[in-house]
């Protein structure tokens, strides 16, 4: 099993849910009359424990995604969905070669929360 690391950005928390959906979506299409029930129970596990660790144990009520959640997921999936191809270059590198900081990851954060999607 992976070990979580320690200390994640919030940045690299965004991306490591995505790559869990993205994951999840591939299986769910590579074997649609398979039961992945396993799977999924695995993924939920894993964003019980990513939420305990790094969102302060406010993404999950009773089992389910809170409202919080998704605000705060949509927030990040439109500015990441809505980046130009050069900034993904840019912060791609960035999450890659190690050269995240708390600072960096906070003033995309800013970036992220104040995204409108036709700048």
Request: hydrophobic share 35%; with cysteine.
């Amino acid at each position: 099993m992976t070990k979580i690391p320690e200390e994640m950005y919030e940045v690299e928390l965004y991306f490591l849910i995505e790559e869990c959906g993205a994951f999840m979506w591939r299986i769910s299409h590579d074997m649609p009359d398979q039961d992945i029930t396993d799977v999924r129970k695995q993924q939920v596990k894993t964003l019980h424990i990513l939420d305990n660790v790094y969102g302060e144990g406010k993404f999950f009520k009773e089992e389910k995604l809170t409202g919080e959640y998704w605000g705060w997921y949509d927030k990040w999936n439109g500015w990441h969905n809505g980046m130009s191809v050069k900034r993904w270059r840019e912060i791609d590198y960035m999450l890659t070669a190690g050269k995240m900081s708390e600072e960096i990851s906070n003033d995309l954060r800013d970036e992220a929360f104040n995204f409108r999607g036709d700048e």
